[in-house]
């Protein structure tokens, strides 16, 4: 257990002792203790011992706690899942050589999912660049600072000690502006070891806390043109997080239908009485139908990125057209709504505060005066004379799978089944794979529904307790959404390496890792980790003996049927030989068996093997029309 107070580091004040020395490993430690840096990800080499060093010798004062990963880019998926997490600063490092080549495919999801992720990777001593010393990666070797180049948003070697301070500030500034994302850092073994005097201690927490400011006209516009909109509708995309609450309240006003990206399922209730589902890949049919609406003036897109996951394929009917609004805090977002009526530029956040400020009485007007969107609300559903869950309010592409008893268990209602069995709150971190595509469309979460029409009803009623109101619609700013998947990079495996960083930061709540047998195969180490250090993490196994995403693309495409076929392979026992308890699913029964909450009270990680049917085709089309195949 860490201390309550434990003492500060040598700088851990901008009022600090001037002309401190420190070893450039201390340093480095020092700044990610004063940002509230919790946990550090890596794997250890000797290029890398004096970081390592300087996190031990802090982690017994209470500094951030080393997790040593299996694989360095197992480090990276955790920081990039700690990041997403906790909104703070993901760390990650690898020694010198392979484990910095290693590390480059977890930092360039990070990079795709603009996480703030500080990647360090070590160098050989300087005096030995250009020698042929071993694991060398210098520009005349395996030039990894060139390789980074490409997925980061710094990317710098750090050729003398006195560069060290000024460099890591500015890593660490870069993963925080717009669009956030990885900063990486290349430090010799010997600047790492180097004692360096520091005439100044930079408070790195005031700077990041800065709040950027909105463009005050087009918001204005943006809020006159909510007012007059015939029928409105709302695009959340992975941007808004900080704004969901307000646009939801909004939403409610207006009678106006909400939409989710892949990005961003797990921001909105599938129970709220607005939404209408995923427009995108593995979307929903009523997302596009309330798009094609003729009666539809006005789609306000927040936080989107526009590309090809979140838009169908850049449908410029649908959804890239004249009647397009974009709210974005990222002015690179843009390029994909050049054809937009307004682009508004400013934190989703601020920007709806303002809307919140100028629309006033007015919108709340409103919700008496527009009729409704149209839709089937939560009610229980009968099959066979047997009560089932409640439907979400989005259309299912096969809601009796969803709902069939069939053995093997059908992957829709092992979605289905899951949220009922785990408490609220709980995340779901999807891989890769064919889970993404039946997680997005099939999982549906109930347990946030009342939650979420209190925040909508807080921020229209309390207008004499502001304050509250405030804290209610913000409230997901503390909150990274209980769904989370890697779109557009798209890894196999990423997932069990985010669950962890997830899960590190989130001790009280379980986490859900969905991923498939492939994946499994490819980064089952990292497990360990979860026994090691007791996560409450699921590893919920879509085992068909299959690469199934490609076996049933290959089917669609009218593609040989080649390279799919994976051996049989009991996971549930591999987990037993790791240290980690194992579970084998057939039936929906067998997973109502499991004590899912006795495994979670006692912080015992489990792997659930689920058998499913193997026939059952993923909600995948929209990715055979990206690739210009199927039907």
């Not at 009218?558 to 308890?581: H, N, S």
């Not at 495994?599 to 990206?626: N, T």
Request: a neutral charge.
């Amino acid at each position: 257990m860490r201390p309550t107070n434990p003492p500060q580091s040598p700088l851990a004040t901008p009022q600090a002792e001037a002309e401190t020395t420190l070893e450039g490993g201390e340093l480095i430690v020092h700044y990610l203790r004063q940002i509230g840096v919790e946990y550090v990800f890596g794997v250890l080499g000797g290029a890398i011992e004096p970081l390592v060093n300087a996190l031990a010798r802090d982690m017994r004062r209470g500094g951030p706690e080393l997790i040593v990963a299996r694989h360095e880019a197992g480090a990276a998926f955790m920081a990039d899942g700690y990041a997403r997490e906790t909104g703070k600063l993901g760390v990650c490092f690898a020694t010198t050589g392979p484990g910095a080549t290693n590390m480059i495919t977890g930092v360039a999801a990070a990079y795709h999912n603009r996480n703030p992720v500080l990647a360090i990777t070590a160098q050989t001593r300087l005096e030995t660049f250009g020698r042929g010393a071993m694991q060398e990666c210098s520009d005349t070797a395996i030039d990894t600072v060139g390789m980074y180049q490409h997925c980061t948003r710094y990317n710098t070697l750090v050729s003398h000690p006195k560069q060290l301070e000024n460099k890591l500030i500015a890593a660490v500034l870069n993963t925080a502006r717009d669009p956030h994302g990885p900063s990486h850092l290349a430090v010799p073994l010997d600047v790492m070891r180097t004692r360096i005097d520091v005439d100044r201690a930079v408070d790195l927490n005031a700077i990041l806390r800065s709040r950027p400011g909105i463009d005050e006209d087009a918001t204005a516009a943006l809020a006159q043109t909510l007012l007059n909109a015939r029928q409105p509708v709302f695009l959340i995309g992975e941007g808004a997080r900080g704004a969901c609450g307000r646009v939801l309240a909004l939403a409610m006003a207006l009678q106006a239908p909400v939409l989710v990206t892949p990005h961003s399922k797990g921001f909105v209730s599938s129970f709220h009485p607005c939404f209408r589902g995923v427009f995108g890949l593995s979307g929903h049919q009523s997302a596009e139908q309330v798009l094609a609406d003729p009666a539809v003036d006005c789609v306000v897109a927040i936080g989107c990125s526009l590309g090809e996951w979140a838009t169908a394929g850049w449908d410029r009917t649908a959804l890239l057209n004249p009647r397009l609004i974009h709210v974005d805090s990222n002015p690179e977002n843009f390029r994909n709504s050049a054809m937009a009526r307004l682009h508004v530029l400013g934190d989703p956040g601020a920007v709806f505060e303002r809307i919140d400020a100028l629309t006033g009485d007015a919108a709340g007007a409103r919700r008496g005066s527009v009729a409704p969107p149209k839709a089937v609300k939560p009610t229980l559903h009968l099959i066979a004379d047997k009560p089932v869950h409640p439907l979400p309010n989005c259309t299912l592409d096969d809601p009796a799978e969803w709902h069939s008893d069939a053995t093997p268990i059908k992957p829709q209602r092992l979605m289905r089944d899951l949220p009922a069995l785990l408490p609220a709150g709980t995340r779901y971190i999807t891989d890769g794979t064919a889970a993404k595509g039946w997680a997005l469309h099939y999982l549906h979460i109930p347990d946030r529904r009342v939650a979420e029409r209190r925040a909508a009803s807080g921020a229209l009623q309390s207008a004499a307790a502001p304050a509250a109101a405030q804290r209610m619609a913000d409230r997901r700013k503390e909150a990274a959404g209980l769904v989370r998947t890697s779109m557009e990079f798209s890894c196999m495996g990423w997932a069990i390496g985010h669950t962890l960083g997830a899960a590190c930061a989130r001790r009280d709540t379980p986490v859900v890792c969905l991923t498939g047998d492939g994946s499994m195969l490819m980064n089952s180490q990292e497990i360990t980790v979860a026994a090691e250090h007791r996560l409450p993490v699921f590893f919920v196994v879509l085992n068909d003996s299959a690469l199934g995403t490609i076996r049933h693309g290959q089917v669609l495409g009218g593609a040989e049927q080649i390279g799919w076929e994976l051996p049989e392979v009991d996971f549930a026992l591999m987990a037993k030989a790791m240290g980690v308890k194992g579970y084998v699913v057939r039936t929906p029964q067998d997973l109502q068996d499991i004590d899912w909450h006795g495994l979670w009270q006692r912080g015992e990680p489990a792997v659930i093997d689920v058998r499913i049917d193997r026939d059952a085709v993923p909600p995948i089309k929209q990715r055979m029309k990206s690739l210009g195949v199927g039907h």
